[in-house]
C-alpha cells in the first residue's frame, strides 16, 4: 500500500532520530526501497494491536479468575462477554475442523491470530489511522509464524511420517507428488499473507478517498463494507490456519 501520513506516522515525525534510525536499517529485504519514518507505522500501529489484546486479555482473565462468580454471566456486553463470544466462535471453527482434544492444545496460535488479526483490521474504520494489516511485512510476519508453527506441530505428531506423507501413498509416484506438496506447502504462508494485505490495504484506500471527498455521511456505507471485510479476512485467516494445523497433525495412516 502506498505509504501516506496518518495519526501515528504524524506523531512520529516529530522524533528527530527516528529518520535517522530509519536510514540505518538499509533496503527493504522485499521491495528493495529505502525505509522512510512512514515505514515505521506499521509496526507501531502492530505493537499497540499487541499491548491492547494483552490488556484486553488480562482483563478478561480477571473476570473469570473467581470460578463462583465466572459461572454467572453479565447481563450486558462487557469485556469479559465480549472475549467470551469472540473465542468460543473461533474455538469452535477449530474443534470443528481438527476436533476438541487437537483443537484444545493447539488453539493459543489460532486464538491469537484471531484476535491481532481482528483488533488490527478495526484500525481500517478509525478515520486517520491505518491498519497493520495493509502492510505486507506485518501480515507475511503472521503467516511465516503459521507456516512455521504447523511444519512444527506435523513433525511433532507424527515424526518423519509428516514428511513422508508429502510423497503421497504410492512410492513409485513419489518423484511427481513430493515436489508438488513441497511447493503448495511453502505457497500457503504467500497467499494468506497477500489475501489479507490486499483486502485491508484496498478497503482502507478506499474508505480514505470516500472521507477525502466528503467527509460526512457519504463513507458510511464503505464502513459498513469494511466491517464486513475485517470480520471475513479474520475468518478466513483463522480457518485457514486451523486447517494447515489439522492436516498437519492428522496421524499418518500410510
Same mark, same amino acid.
Given at each position: %500500500?502506498?505509504?501516506?501520513?496518518? $495519526?501515528?506516522?504524524? *506523531?512520529?515525525? =516529530? ?27 506499521? +509496526? !507501531? ?5 499487541? *499491548? ?33 463470544? $469472540? ?16 483443537? =484444545?492444545?493447539?488453539?493459543? +496460535?489460532?486464538?491469537?491470530? /484471531? ?6 483490521? #478495526? ?17 507475511? !510476519? ?24 508429502? /510423497? ?5 509416484? /513419489? ?24 483486502? %485491508? ?9 470516500? +472521507? !477525502? %471527498?466528503?467527509?460526512?455521511? #457519504? ?36
Amino acid at each position: %500500500m502506498p505509504e501516506h501520513t496518518t $495519526f501515528i506516522t504524524y *506523531l512520529l515525525s =516529530k522524533f528527530p532520530a527516528l529518520q535517522h534510525n530509519a536510514e540505518l536499517i538499509g533496503y527493504s529485504f522485499i521491495g528493495h526501497r529505502e525505509p522512510t519514518w512512514r515505514s515505521f507505522e506499521p +509496526i !507501531g500501529t502492530a505493537l499497540l494491536v499487541v *499491548l491492547f489484546v494483552t490488556l484486553l486479555a488480562l482483563r478478561a482473565r480477571s473476570k473469570v479468575a473467581d470460578l463462583d462468580l465466572a459461572v454467572i454471566p453479565d447481563d450486558k456486553l462487557t469485556v469479559r462477554t465480549f472475549m467470551e463470544a $469472540f473465542v468460543g466462535f473461533f474455538y469452535g471453527i477449530a474443534r470443528d475442523v481438527m476436533g476438541p482434544k487437537r483443537a =484444545k492444545r493447539y488453539f493459543p +496460535i489460532i486464538g491469537g491470530s /484471531a484476535c491481532f488479526i481482528f483488533f488490527a483490521n #478495526v484500525l481500517t474504520l478509525i478515520p486517520g489511522l491505518a491498519p497493520a494489516t495493509s502492510s505486507l511485512n506485518i501480515t507475511l !510476519g503472521c503467516a511465516l509464524g503459521v507456516f512455521i508453527a504447523f511444519n512444527y506441530y506435523g513433525l511433532q505428531a507424527n515424526g518423519f511420517g509428516y514428511v513422508k506423507h508429502l /510423497a503421497g501413498p504410492k512410492w513409485y509416484l /513419489a518423484w511427481l507428488i513430493f515436489p508438488i506438496e513441497v511447493i503448495s506447502t511453502c505457497v500457503r504462508p504467500v497467499t494468506l499473507s497477500i489475501r489479507l494485505m490486499v483486502n %485491508m490495504a484496498v478497503d482502507h484506500l478506499l474508505a480514505s478517498i470516500a +472521507i !477525502g %471527498m466528503v467527509a460526512v455521511f #457519504v463513507p458510511v456505507p464503505l464502513m459498513f463494507l469494511g466491517a464486513i471485510v475485517i470480520v471475513v479476512q479474520t475468518l478466513v485467516f483463522s480457518l485457514l490456519t486451523s486447517i494447515y494445523i489439522g492436516l498437519a497433525t492428522e496421524h499418518e495412516e500410510h
